[in-house]
């Protein structure tokens, strides 16, 4: 066995592309196996380290591994002649830059940011669009630090790969809070910053407080969630690392501050609360003041089963966190590997919070985070004879639209919500005039496709 991970510490060990034949547990794997893992990994990102390696795949079920499945690339990720195309590419041994322009040739037919997150969701100051922010709900600000757009892993389905990448066009980064502060205190709407990439979390405590601490004293701000999978890839972030004390005192800081601190924990499945250190992260992190909202996608070969979830939620509620979404996987990347119909999905949610307690039933989904807003699927019910999904918008462009029931006509192949269709003869959606008149706006302004400032690798501590 290697010793670059013979011994387990507390040292974080990433492993990407380029690593693969140094991960000894591969090794009982066939090579072809580890051929399509470089494959696939030529196009989307590949990310691993050495806890999840060690402590969250059971390498006895590999490949039907869930979290090795959540975290290894697959041959299917592709389609059958995007990968017999770079698989040639390889096997020939072709230059570097050809190799990358077939990728950036397959990134750019995979929708790399669905539902408007560049033409609509980058804000304008002082008539410019601003850097690394995103503004989709009139009360919540995303923000993506320049030195948190990585992952301590990254997740197979994840919808935000193009950060990863390097379509370097098609970054959301900023290194300065200044310009979100800025923005912030000219709209007073904006109650919630959400610190988001990428992973926050993946920064030093310093580089953190950085981003942090201007927040403090703007008074309008009465929550900041931080958006991380660290607790379940990297729980010793909070309880072994050199800098936990400090990181723990910046969340006191927050709380003392008057502000709700709320983590946006992703768990897509409950291996990753199962172990030791991560029980010891949650309640540390709560112990700070801060609460835990947990949140992931139904993934197909991952978590698609109701037992998955009642059992997730169940621990979740156990450990003192608050089970918060079960979303849709998106219209992005490698969708036709992971997504589920979502007559399929609404069964697997209604299944498993049918069986899980009050406490539990804070969840919501499943939800779709589309153009319009987020979507979630309320039932499948039959009216005037015929099938329909019953749909409402629990957050959108416009606040009007929240809370409104709708329907669509019932298909039972479809996977987002853009293959719906309004039911009952109408001939679109209520919300429809409403978002075209917002996209013409946005146009007007000159906004569309803003090029962004690229991310500096160098600076991720």
């Known amino acids: 066995m290697s ?20 991960i000894p547990q591969l090794a009982a794997l066939p090579a072809s196996e580890r051929e ?135 970054k959301f980064a900023s290194k300065e809070a200044s310009d979100l502060v ?30 942090i601490e201007p927040l403090l004293a703007v008074p309008q701000i009465a929550s900041i969630r931080l958006g991380t999978k660290s607790m ?46 991560a029980e010891r992260a949650i309640a540390r992190v ?12 139904l993934i197909r070969h991952v978590n698609d089963d109701a037992k998955v979830w009642e ?27 992971f997504e589920v119909p979502l007559v399929q999905a609404y069964s697997i949610f209604r299944d498993a919070y049918a069986r899980v307690s009050g406490l539990a039933r804070t969840v919501r989904g499943p939800s779709m985070s589309a153009l319009p807003g987020k979507v979630v699927v309320d039932g499948v019910p039959e009216i005037l004879g015929r099938r329909v999904f019953a749909l409402r918008f629990l957050q959108a462009r416009d606040p009007a639209w929240v809370g409104r029931p709708f329907f669509a006509n019932y298909d039972p192949q479809a996977t987002w919500f853009d293959a719906l269709r309004p039911a009952f003869g109408e001939s679109s959606f209520f919300f429809e005039p409403g978002l075209e008149r917002m996209k013409r706006a946005r146009r007007v302004n000159g906004a569309s496709k803003p090029r962004l400032p690229l991310l500096d690798d160098a600076a991720v501590a």
């Open 36 to 170: 399509a893992m470089k494959v696939v990994a030529a196009v989307l990102p590949f990310r691993v380290n050495s806890y999840v390696i060690d402590e969250l795949i059971d390498w006895s079920r590999v490949p039907d591994d869930p979290m090795y499945r959540l975290t290894f690339p697959h041959r299917d990720m592709l389609g059958a002649d995007d990968y017999r195309r770079v698989e040639r590419l390889l096997r020939e041994n072709a230059p570097s830059d050809v190799v990358a322009a077939a990728a950036r040739d397959i990134q750019h037919r995979l929708n790399p940011h669905p539902a408007g997150q560049l033409e609509l969701n980058v804000p304008l100051l002082d008539g410019r669009p601003v850097a690394g922010i995103q503004h989709k709900y009139p009360e919540t600000v995303l923000f993506f630090p320049t030195q948190g757009q990585t992952c301590h892993a990254y997740c197979t389905y994840c919808f935000r790969w193009p950060q990863f990448v390097g379509l370097d066009d098609m």
């Open 286 to 297: 709560l112990a700070t003041g801060a609460t835990v909202r947990c949140q992931a996608p």
């Open 232 to 277: 379940a890839y990297w729980p010793a972030r909070f309880v072994e690392d050199s800098d936990a004390e400090d990181l723990l005192r910046l969340f006191e800081e927050v709380v003392a501050a008057g502000k709700n601190l709320a983590f946006m924990a992703h768990y897509s499945h409950p291996r990753e609360l199962d172990t030791p250190m």
């Open 311 to 337: 059992t997730m939620w169940r621990r979740q509620v156990r450990l003192g966190a608050i089970p918060y979404y079960m979303f849709v996987e998106r219209d992005t990347g490698a969708r036709h590997y």
């Open 3 to 22: 010793d670059k991970i013979a011994v387990r510490t507390n040292k974080l060990r990433v492993f990407q592309r380029k690593d693969i034949d140094d």
């Open 182 to 211: 800025r923005y912030v205190e000219a709209h007073p709407s904006v109650t919630s910053v959400l610190l988001t990439g990428g992973d926050p979390l993946v920064m030093r405590t310093a580089l953190l407080r950085r981003y």
